[in-house]
């Protein structure tokens, strides 16, 4: 390892490699939290925060989520966006 950092080139592709992976992990744990505090909370997130309160499992996915211990992928998908259009529409669930 101390051999690469006397090497300019692989310490910079290094330091540019370690930004992007940080940058992917951690950008989606710091909008949800912009989001989580935010006081102006639009009409269309408060109608999917209420569907996710009655379903518990999407409630525990949700703070997961938030606390970064699983991926935001796995509480934003299709089969949940339909779910959530099907309870803004009336439908039972």
């Known amino acids: ?9 692989r310490l910079r592709d290094g330091l540019h490699r370690f930004a992007e992976q ?7 744990l710091y909008k949800m939290a912009l989001l989580a ?3 102006d909370v639009s009409p269309y997130r408060l109608e999917v925060l209420r569907f ?4 518990p499992e999407l409630v525990e996915r949700y ?3 938030g606390a970064g211990i699983i991926e ?13 259009s099907a309870f803004r529409a009336g439908a039972p669930g």
Do not use: K, W
């Open 37 to 39: 505090g935010s006081l």
């Open 72 to 84: 935001s992928e796995q509480l934003s998908n299709r089969q949940l966006f339909a779910e959530t």
């Open 1 to 9: 390892m101390a051999d690469g950092l006397h090497d300019e080139a």
């Open 63 to 65: 703070f997961a989520v």
């Open 22 to 28: 940080r940058r992917a992990r951690f950008t989606p």
């Open 52 to 55: 996710l309160s009655t379903r």
